[in-house]
């Protein structure tokens, strides 16, 4: 009995994971398809500011993930750095820099983060930048932004990194999806229900089963607790 329920178990947990894996199809997210039509006229020498900034604000999207790893920050930073520099008007760029290279500093000699000098400094690069990337009202894109933001990428985005950085931009923004994630069930996504509520209710079921059936067991075989 005790194999039989922890069966039908992991059949109802793993073979759920199974069945997604299956049915699952890639599915870029929406920044990806904005990335890619920015980044074809980007590499060709042929952007425009626009397509600067729907670049940027597509890499701060990944780079608002939690798991992103360095070696890819490093090219995302690499790339956003290089856009503000060249989205800032000539009157802009130095103070750009400056005000960046300011804040680098700050983040280097501070042992908390609540330090108030960094607080300034951090809001007065978001103005600055939530301006140059095209940010309109809040977005915690913007927020991010200063802390990836490095003045040592400012003057180029070598070749080099252009590969990689469209190879990090597709890994970070597909995601596997199937009938079961999209499909909702009373208001959630089905794999949602299924894994928060049903499994739990099922547990419960299967608990109640065995305490039934054990008392059976000892009737029928004379038994008493």
């Known amino acids: 009995m005790v194999v039989q329920l922890v069966l039908i178990w992991a059949v109802a947990i793993f073979g759920f994971q199974v069945l997604l894996k299956v ?3 890639p599915v870029p997210e929406d920044d990806y398809f904005i990335f890619r039509s920015a980044w074809e006229r980007i590499a060709a020498g042929d952007a425009g500011t626009e397509d600067l900034r729907s670049a940027s604000r597509s890499a701060l999207s990944v780079l608002g993930k939690g798991s992103v790893d360095p070696a890819d920050r490093e090219v995302l930073d690499h790339f956003i750095s ?3 520099f060249r989205i800032a008007g000539e009157d802009q760029k130095e103070v750009l820099r400056t005000e960046v290279r300011a804040f680098e500093g700050i ?27 095209g940010f309109s009202g809040p977005d915690i894109r913007a927020r991010i932004a200063p802390l990836e933001i490095r003045s040592a990428f400012m003057d180029s985005f070598p070749e080099d990194l252009h590969d990689r ?12 999806r199937s ?3 999209d499909f909702r069930f009373i208001g959630f996504p089905f794999h949602y ?3 928060a509520f049903f499994l739990l209710v099922l547990f419960v079921g299967l608990c109640w089963l065995y305490c039934v059936r054990t008392d059976m067991f000892n009737r029928r075989y004379g038994i008493e607790d």
């Open 23 to 25: 049915l699952g199809k």
């Open 193 to 195: 229900f299924y894994t």
């Open 82 to 84: 290089w856009t503000a």
């Open 165 to 176: 950085l469209n190879v990090a931009m597709g890994f970070y923004l597909t995601h596997y």
């Open 179 to 181: 009938a079961l994630t």
């Open 107 to 133: 983040a280097a000699a501070i042992t908390d983060i609540r330090d108030k000098t960094y607080l300034e400094k951090k809001g007065e690069l978001v103005t600055m930048l939530a301006g140059l990337y």
